[in-house]
């Protein structure tokens, strides 16, 4: 009981990021009466889309997702001063792993090659590679090992973040909605603004005691 209520907020995005892939399992048939095989199930969407195609189209709507969802952790601290490091690193393990999903999902359908045909494939291709190391180290014992060095490492994800807007600029207009919440986060970041939102918390948290 007591590992629960000092994690709960990491037990809560593991779940969270989770349930999706109750509905990815359903458009998998895996067979293991000769070995291990695995096939993607006949009409388990409607019509206009593949199986495969709805996969890494739903893999990667939940990466953009968690992705902004991580990049919202800062401006929340910012605002109302609460702050969990390991629920961030929760959300940034559910980004990597949906991500690299999503690549998989990706190959599957269209094969490694076309990865470097397009711009946008080229820019969520290095994004995923990015994720990887900081999926590796997204734990407390990296943390210890790496000290100053693990940050440093963790910044790349700013980087991993831009060439996912731009992948997902390319392919759809949903896009915007992502780079305006992102877009607000970082505008919450610059001093000047950071500085008002910490003296309003201050001067509120005085006035109510």
């Not at 946008?120 to 290095?126: E, K, L, Q, R, S």
Request: charged content about 15%.
């Amino acid at each position: 009981m007591k590992i629960i209520k000092k994690n709960y907020g990491w037990i809560i995005v593991t779940i969270l990021s989770s349930l999706p892939l109750l509905v990815v399992f359903k458009m998998i048939n895996i067979d293991f009466s000769n070995g291990v095989s695995m096939s993607f199930a006949e009409n388990a969407v409607g019509e206009g889309r593949t199986t495969i195609e709805m996969l890494y189209h739903v893999t990667g709507e939940f990466a953009i997702r968690w992705m902004t969802a991580v990049l919202t952790c800062t401006p929340f601290f910012i605002i109302f001063g609460v702050s969990n490091l390991f629920v961030r690193q929760a959300m940034g393990i559910a980004t990597a792993v949906w991500s690299i999903l999503h690549f998989i999902f990706f190959i599957a359908a269209e094969g490694f090659l076309e990865t470097f045909t397009q711009t946008n494939y080229v820019a969520g291709f290095i994004a995923v590679l990015i994720l990887i190391p900081l999926l590796l180290t997204s734990n407390r014992k990296a943390m210890k090992k790496l000290k100053a060095r693990w940050k440093k490492l963790q910044s790349f994800a700013y980087v991993a973040v831009l060439l996912s807007l731009i992948h997902v600029a390319i392919l759809d207009k949903t896009w915007i909605i992502y780079a305006v919440i992102i877009g607000l986060g970082f505008i919450i970041r610059i001093p000047v603004v950071k500085n008002k939102f910490v003296i309003f918390r201050k001067n509120k948290k005085i006035a109510n005691s």
